[in-house]
């Protein structure tokens, strides 16, 4: 019997399963729905991956890799919650927390000399960084903010910081040298299986890549980022921020981006303290030090050291930050930069909040200032300075009356720049890179230099043609229009744009405002339209995809949280993702000291009604369907109520608000006339919730103020993490 899958993840949105999950198994159970859970967590994922080293009682089964084969079959129905792409270092503290708790997996090896320990790092690469969503998203995406939340926005605005025209806030990117300078594509004629090679200056070559398989019709390109453009760019850079007054923020993407972008990051760090690397360089690599993990990782590691040594270079390092430009701040209480940690700083969410907050950042002194957000690589970096643009020349967006951007996104197959990981190269000597087919021709070669960052990407046809049939069944339905955000001058896009002229022509297009403009113009467009209060499908690619689709809702509704955002699968099943943003670790933290937990299901809510449609039509249940047209009507009644959770402890929380939402389900189940038996089974419950609600709410309150213990954080003990979040007595034996 087919089922709806719901996934375990981590930190805040594992936290808010463990009391919503219960609410929804009891509300399917009767219309015959199987909820069944799949655990992705990141401790799952390193516990599957290591049997070997596991007793039989400890070994876990792949759910991952299940999944990922689920994604591709047309059964498929996966309610699909955020989940930590782990950095380094949160790798290591879950290897650690696992090891502690008797699960004898290996430790993760800084500098594996042996086999085995290459073996060992290999495993755990797969984990790190942006691990879960390539192998689910067999489909692109299709994010946007339903009516009913917008309409509370519009009600409830969100805090928004005023622009001022004289904000020396700016994004510096590159001009020449990176990524986007260096794009050389082409569309393959036929399938064939290419080799990556690498010749050096004396003519010795390496294979960087052998045997990839392409299909027909993919588009691959090829670029470098030159090393030495990069450093002279943030030398620059950094110096002119601090010449300027402004604070010195870094965005990056290093988890989805999880070859190229600690390199760079790295790079950064070492120009930011490039003083203190001449003169101790020699030192920091004896013991170890890897800032491409961030310079958290040198702090760490210099307790390796003797302490007249420590003491030496901490003051080398102060005199690096008192010379050097002020560091935009992600936590001033404890002295957290954003040099730090790559995950600290992910540029979806952080040039939002930017963007959101005056275009400012948090100093050392916990107070806001300007900032010079640097993007080094031009790809994309002209979205941002387009909407810092306009937000100086027209003052903050204005929630109460902006309009709405949809996204319909390129995704599926691991398209483009977020799926170039095993194709992404530190290149070794300086030499020449090629692209060679099968029958040994050329199809792309860039000249390189020692340190340069060469990468490949693919596109394949197949996901193209899914993603603009999307476009133009979104556009249709919502009479909305759509601008493709491609620029005809980059290599790539330049592709990608025949492709959409041809596969457009399969449609019937009549009526609809489809366009294609740069991301610069399309940002334009865009922001002229929604000041003005009218909507605009963004139609972009994977990294577009994910930038726009935190930067629209921020702006819009506050959060990405709030964003239904489905993934119709290729082979017709459907991911139902839960909102566009992450796991909000912040949140965990405000759970664990004052037991309060500030994150908002909304998504969740929005992803099962979705969900329960889909699994209605293709299991021909009605009652599911009844199930999902109620779910969304309590949706819409939590956000007239305004029953979402609050920021502060002793007010309603997560918990209070799933409270809400089964109740408002269970009165929708009740009124509704089209089911009798789910009207019956309804009816007592939706009376027994309301005439409970103070109690209940009592209940929930009461716990509220003091510290918890979830007996771990990666691997939370499964008895108090239910306690913790399932608290309400009364509640609890209404539902059972
Ligand atoms: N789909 C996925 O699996 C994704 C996973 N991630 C992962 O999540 C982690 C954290 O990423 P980060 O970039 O900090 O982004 P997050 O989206 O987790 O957090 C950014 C901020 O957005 C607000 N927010 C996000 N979700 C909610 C919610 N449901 N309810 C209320 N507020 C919310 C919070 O603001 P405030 O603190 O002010 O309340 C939060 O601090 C990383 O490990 C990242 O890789 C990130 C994106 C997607
Ligand atoms: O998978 C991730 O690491 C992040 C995903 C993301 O940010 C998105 O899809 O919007
Ligand atoms: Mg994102």
């Given at each position: 019997m087919s089922k709806i899958i719901y996934t375990k993840t981590d930190e805040a949105p594992a936290l808010a399963t463990r009391s919503f999950l219960p609410i929804v198994q009891n509300f399917v159970k009767s219309a015959g729905i199987n909820i069944e859970t799949k655990d992705i967590s990141l401790a799952a994922r390193i516990l599957a991956v290591f049997p070997d080293f596991l007793n039989e009682d400890q070994k876990v089964s792949d759910d991952l890799a299940f999944l990922g084969e689920l994604?591709?079959?047309?059964e498929a129905n996966i309610i699909k919650l955020p989940n930590v792409s782990a950095s380094l270092t949160q790798l290591k503290a879950a290897i650690a927390e696992l090891q502690s708790k008797g699960f004898a997996i290996p430790s993760y090896v800084d500098?594996?000399?042996t086999d085995a320990e290459k073996e060992i790092n290999a495993r755990y690469d797969k984990i790190k960084?942006?691990?879960?969503n390539p192998v689910l998203r067999e489909g692109n995406s299709d994010r946007r903010a339903p009516k009913a939340v917008k309409n509370y926005a519009k009600n409830n605005p969100h805090s928004m910081g005023a622009w001022s025209s004289d904000s020396k806030t700016h994004v510096a990117t590159m001009e020449a040298g990176d990524f986007a300078h260096n794009e050389k594509s082409v569309t393959l004629p036929e399938a064939t299986s290419v080799t990556i090679e690498h010749t050096d200056a004396n003519g010795n070559k390496t294979i960087?890549?052998?045997?990839l398989n392409l299909l027909k019709g993919e588009i691959i390109d090829a670029t470098v980022l030159s090393k030495k453009a990069l450093i002279t760019f943030f030398e620059t850079e950094f110096a002119d921020a601090k010449a300027n007054g402004v604070l010195l923020s870094l965005h990056m993407k290093a988890t989805m981006m999880k070859v190229s972008d600690p390199i760079i990051f790295g790079h950064a760090v070492r120009v930011y303290l490039k003083d203190v690397f001449a003169k101790y360089g020699k030192t920091f690599e004896e013991i170890g030090v890897?800032?491409?993990?961030?310079?958290g990782n040198l702090v760490e590691n210099l307790?390796?050291?003797?302490e007249a040594k420590q003491i030496e270079i901490k003051a080398a390092i102060d005199a690096a930050f008192e010379n050097g430009a002020d560091l935009a701040m992600v936590n001033s209480d404890k002295g957290i930069?954003?040099?730090?940690?790559?995950?600290?700083?992910?540029i979806d969410a952080s040039m939002p909040a930017m963007i959101r907050t005056s275009g400012q950042m948090w100093n050392a002194e916990g107070k806001l200032q300007d900032t010079?957000?640097?993007?080094?690589?031009s790809s994309y970096a002209g979205i941002y300075t387009a909407t810092i643009d306009f937000c100086k020349k027209h003052g903050a967006f204005d929630p109460t009356t902006m309009g709405t951007v949809p996204n319909v996104g390129?995704?599926?197959?691991?398209?483009e720049e977020y799926g170039s990981h095993d194709k992404t190269f530190e290149i070794a000597s300086n030499g020449v890179v090629k692209v060679i087919d099968a029958s040994g021709a050329t199809l792309l070669e860039h000249n390189v230099e020692a340190g340069d960052i060469w990468r490949m990407c693919q596109a394949k046809d197949a996901p193209i043609q899914d993603w603009v049939k999307l476009a133009v069944t979104r556009a249709r339905a919502s009479e909305t229009p759509a601008v493709?955000?491609?620029?005809?001058?980059r290599a790539h896009d330049a592709e990608l744009i025949k492709k959409v002229n041809t596969y457009l022509k399969?449609?019937?297009?009549?009526g609809l405002d489809l366009r294609i403009l740069s991301p610069i113009d399309a940002t334009l467009f865009t922001c002229e339209r929604l000041k003005d209060g009218k909507d605009t499908i963004s139609v972009s690619g994977n990294v577009l995809r994910d930038y726009l689709t935190d930067l629209f809702p921020i702006l819009e509704v506050?959060?990405?949280?709030?964003m239904l955002s489905i993934v119709p699968l290729m082979n017709g099943g459907g991911l139902f993702e839960t909102?566009?943003?992450?796991?909000?670790p912040k949140h965990v933290q405000q759970l664990l000291e004052e037991n309060h937990l500030r994150w908002d299901s909304l998504g969740e809510f929005l992803a099962l009604a979705v969900s329960l449609e889909h699994f209605s039509l293709a299991n021909s249940n009605p009652k599911a369907s009844i199930l999902g047209k109620t779910l969304d009507d309590a949706t819409d009644k939590l956000l007239e109520n305004r029953k979402g959770p609050s920021r502060k402890s002793g007010e309603l929380d997560n918990r209070g608000s799933h409270f809400y939402l089964a109740m408002y389900w269970a009165q929708e189940l009740a009124n509704q006339n089209e089911d009798e038996a789910l009207k019956a089974e309804f009816a007592p419950i939706a009376k027994q919730l309301s005439d409970n609600e103070s109690v209940i709410l009592k209940e929930l309150i009461d716990i509220q103020g003091s510290p918890v213990d979830?007996?771990?954080?990666?691997?939370?003990n499964e008895d108090l993490i239910n306690q913790a979040m399932r608290p309400s007595k009364t509640f609890n034996s209404i539902l059972n």
């Open positions: 994604a591709k079959k047309p500098e594996p000399k960084g942006s691990a879960v960087l890549k052998d045997k890897d800032v491409n993990n961030g310079y307790k390796e050291l003797p930069t954003n040099l730090h940690v790559p995950s600290d700083v992910i010079k957000a640097v993007i080094p690589d390129l995704m599926a197959q691991k398209a493709f955000w491609l620029d005809e001058n399969d449609h019937d297009t009549t506050g959060t990405s949280a709030k909102g566009a943003g992450g796991s909000a979830l007996g771990g954080y990666y691997e939370p």
